[in-house]
Structures are given as C-alpha cells and as structure tokens.
C-alpha cells in the first residue's frame, strides 16, 4: 500500500468533444489583449470570447468532482465532519477566461494565480511538441509542471506533464505551476481561469 495523505490534489480529466469544438471556436474570435495582465512570456494572451452561461455549464461538472475528490480526503482524517451535499455550488470567473496563443521559445515562468481555484485546458497542442528531442537528465520541453515543495528523499517536490488535447487540470490557485518553451515552429493554444468566490452546501 502506498499513502498519499500530503499535498494539494490536482485534478485531470477530458473535456467534451462538444466543449472542445467551442473552445476552438471562441479561440478564433477572441480579441482583447490581456497578456500586461498575466505572468506569461507570450506575445498573444486573449480575453476569451465564451458566453458566461454555456461556459459555466461545460465546466460545472469538472469542478463538483474536484470537490467530491476533495471531500473524501478529508472524510478519511476527520471523524466528525460532515461533508457538503455540494447540491449547489456557485462562483465565478473573475477577469477569465483568457487564451493562451504559446509560440516557438515562450513560457510561463513559475507564478500562482488568484481565487479558489485555477484551471487549464489544453485547446489544441500540436503532435511536433511531444517529439521533439529532449536532452539533459530532465526533460521538460512543452511541458506543464505543478511545484508545491522542495526536492527530498526520492520526491521531486513537483509534477510534470505532457500535455494534450482536450486535458483539463483544476488545482488551487496557489499551487505554483510553470509551461516551459518548445522549439517547433507550431502555435499550443490553451485556456486558462480562475474560480472565485467558491460558495457551496
């Protein structure tokens, strides 16, 4: 048996192909530029053109299971809690969604964001991403990496991923996350928000 009692839970999961199809219509449309308002070295971050109402719907269901999963975690350690039915959940999306347009050498250093909770979906990452080579004793070209602590014995202290299309990943919002840079000539585009003012029973 291995336990895994520490840490934040990062939770990842597949959106819709519904969802997908309008994400990738909304990144088409999107024109605000709000890249001076985020922590990204990008040249292209945009306020996503997404109907507050249907986007809330696509991801309602992606939030109440990261809750759910949260919600046994804390019924294994405390005796008396009584857990939220979480029959109605409410927040909102502060100043997001935005789109992230990644091209050849930009990245997002290592930063937190604000609110309850933070999201990522991965709206189209090209196939030349994953294949490119990778040198040293730790690869990490394209790739989205959760930090919570420093390295000890046999534990990075983070968590790496090759990301994909159609990936969602919710996590606290202050969990320090990074996207390093790839070397193809391809555009990843991706979307990003924050869930606030989280309320629930």
Known sequence: MILEPFGPLI?????????????????????????????????????????????FDFIYPHVKEYLQEN???????????????????????????????????EFNPLHSHSGDLSAVIMIDVPEEISKEP??????????????????GFFFSGSHK?????????????????CVYPFQSDVTRISMSFNVCNLQFD
């Open 11 to 55: 939770y990842q999961g597949e959106i819709s192909e519904d969802f997908l199809s309008y994400l990738r219509a909304a990144s088409k449309t999107s024109h605000e530029d709000v890249g001076n308002l985020l922590a990204g070295h990008l040249r292209d971050q945009r306020l996503a053109d997404a109907n507050p109402k249907k986007f």
């Open 71 to 105: 919600i046994k975690r804390q019924k294994k350690h405390l005796q008396h809690y009584h857990p939220p039915s979480l029959n109605t959940i409410q927040f909102n999306l502060g100043n997001g969604p935005w789109i992230n347009y990644q091209h050849k050498n």
């Open 134 to 151: 990778k040198f040293g004793n730790c690869p990490s070209v394209g790739m989205l990496e959760f930090v919570y602590s420093n390295p």
């Open 161 to 177: 991923i090759v990301p994909e299309t159609g990936q969602i990943f919710l996590f606290p919002a202050d969990l320090k996350h």
